[in-house]
């Protein structure tokens, strides 16, 4: 492998970990044919990083589902992506959040949750807004999630002017703004 490779690892039923195609989303890699484990290197500008290094992502959180106190290999691919150019990978991700199906679209707002103040407050803002305005609660849940996580000050007024028309959810929020209130 190339040193502008992106190797990927997810954990498999009945195994540790797998490493993933770097050329093809979803395929897996027989494991001795890799040097290193836990390896996210960014491939050259013009091997067409955004897609590939994106389309990898939703591999990982389709193979392997983004869950609440567990490690995730889409962590360390996103902050790659961040790393990489942050205002590209900002419309990026915003798009796979929004756009992509659900399922997707919550658990890489999960993972972004999971990174501190990824990007600047504008773009949390607006990712925040929107997703709540989202039809799907999981989207809208994932995005409570990230402000809960995140602390910023600034999302906790749109946090306050969004009324969720599911009862769980609109406790949730409330709960997270008392939550914040006490800092």
């Given at each position: 492998?190339?040193?502008?490779?992106?190797?990927?690892?997810?954990?498999?039923?009945?195994?540790?970990?797998?490493?993933?195609?770097?050329?093809?989303?979803?395929?897996?890699?027989?494991?001795?044919?890799?040097?290193?484990?836990?390896?996210?290197?960014?491939?050259?500008?013009?091997?067409?990083?955004?897609?590939?290094?994106?389309?990898?992502?939703?591999?990982?959180?389709?193979?392997?589902?983004?869950?609440?106190?567990?490690?995730?290999?889409?962590?360390?691919?996103?902050?790659?992506?961040?790393?990489?150019?942050?205002?590209?990978?900002?419309?990026?991700?915003?798009?796979?959040?929004?756009?992509?199906?659900?399922?997707?679209?919550?658990?890489?707002?999960?993972?972004l949750?999971?990174?501190?103040?990824?990007?600047?407050?504008?773009?949390?803002?607006?990712?925040?807004?929107?997703a709540l305005?989202?039809?799907?609660p999981?989207?809208?849940?994932?995005?409570?999630?990230?402000?809960e996580?995140?602390?910023?000050?600034?999302?906790?007024?749109?946090l306050?002017?969004?009324?969720?028309?599911?009862?769980?959810?609109?406790?949730?929020?409330?709960?997270?703004?008392?939550?914040?209130?006490?800092?």
């Open positions: 492998m190339s040193d502008s490779s992106v190797v990927l690892w997810i954990r498999e039923p009945g195994r540790r970990k797998q490493p993933v195609s770097p050329d093809k989303p979803g395929e897996l890699l027989d494991p001795a044919s890799v040097q290193s484990w836990d390896t996210v290197q960014c491939p050259d500008e013009d091997d067409g990083w955004p897609p590939r290094l994106l389309s990898h992502l939703v591999a990982l959180v389709e193979a392997e589902p983004v869950e609440d106190g567990v490690a995730h290999a889409g962590e360390a691919l996103v902050l790659a992506v961040l790393e990489r150019d942050r205002g590209t990978a900002g419309q990026e991700l915003r798009s796979i959040v929004l756009d992509c199906t659900p399922a997707i679209g919550a658990a890489i707002l999960r993972l949750g999971r990174i501190e103040a990824p990007l600047d407050a504008a773009w949390r803002k607006g990712l925040i807004r929107d305005r989202h039809r799907d999981s989207i809208r849940d994932a995005a409570v999630q990230a402000v996580v995140w602390r910023d000050e600034s999302l906790q007024a749109v306050r002017a969004h009324l969720d028309p599911l009862p769980w959810l609109g406790d949730y929020v409330k709960r997270v703004l008392q939550d914040l209130a006490r800092k």
